[in-house]
T-cell receptor
Framework: GAVVSQHPSRVICKSGTSVKIECRSLDFQATTMFWYRQFPKQSLMLMAT?????????EQGVEKDKFLINHASLTLSTLTVTSAHPEDSSFYIC??????????FGDGTRLSIL | AQSVTQPDIHITVSEGASLELRCNYS??????LFWYVQSPGQGLQLLLKYFSGDTLVQGIKGFEAEFKRSQSSFNLRKPSVHWSDAAEYFC???????????????FGKGTKLSVIP
């Protein structure tokens, strides 16, 4: 079946650091990738949608300069949390989809900012 | 805009008992409906989906769900729960952008399932 690999699975870093999270579709072409954020005991909140070769579309309230998304190829999207602060600590999950097929999710990245 | 309600935050069942997780949605047209399962610290795994056709959908791990338009529901069921089914379950609805053939998911808040041995 379709596999999405997300790396790293856990990051702990100091406040002010920029952190990059990678999301790769291993056995299919991801025409669209999504980035979600999950707060404790909450559901997933969509942050942004990116189509390969295009700029990401951000949801209302998500700072595009804070959360940089790049979807340069059909198998890779990256989320960079710039100048991260403790309030950015969260569980980030990516998903990928080939055209109108269901989304497949990565295992998530737990980001902890000290 | 579409929305999803999962009325039960936490459900506890005994191993071997039957299970039903409730999901109600709000959407102006025929929705795409999904159930995902999330184990602790993991991403989401698709259990099953409904796009059209037969309203009773079979999924992986012995799960099924039934789309009831009149009740705006898409409840998830399993006849006999196993201890490994303990996880969090998310119902999701997709609004279809018919022009592009694409869609975005809106998730419910999830139902945590605990299984008593």
């Amino acid at each position: 079946g379709a596999v999405v690999s997300q790396h790293p699975s856990r990051v702990i870093c100091k406040s002010g650091t920029s952190v990059k999270i990678e999301c790769r579709s291993l056995d299919f072409q991801a025409t669209t990738m999504f980035w979600y954020r999950q707060f404790p005991k909450q559901s997933l909140m969509l942050m942004a949608t990116s189509n390969e070769g295009s700029k990401a579309t951000y949801e209302q309230g998500v700072e595009k300069d804070k959360f940089l998304i790049n979807h340069a190829s059909l198998t890779l999207s990256t989320l960079t949390v710039t100048s991260a602060h403790p309030e950015d600590s969260s569980f980030y999950i990516c998903s990928a989809r080939d055209r109108d097929q269901p989304q497949h999710f990565g295992d998530g990245t737990r980001l902890s900012i000290l | 805009a579409q929305s999803v309600t999962q009325p039960d935050i936490h459900i506890t069942v005994s191993e071997g008992a039957s299970l039903e997780l409730r999901c109600n949605y709000s959407y102006g047209a025929t929705p795409y409906l999904f159930w995902y399962v999330q184990s602790p610290g993991q991403g989401l795994q698709l259990l099953l989906k409904y796009f059209s056709g037969d309203t009773l959908v079979q999924g992986i791990k012995g799960f099924e769900a039934e789309f009831k338009r009149s009740q705006s529901s898409f409840n998830l069921r399993k006849p006999s729960v196993h201890w490994s089914d303990a996880a969090e379950y998310f119902c999701a609805v997709a609004a279809v952008d018919s022009g592009a053939g694409s869609y975005q998911l809106t998730f419910g808040k999830g139902t945590k399932l605990s299984v008593i041995p």
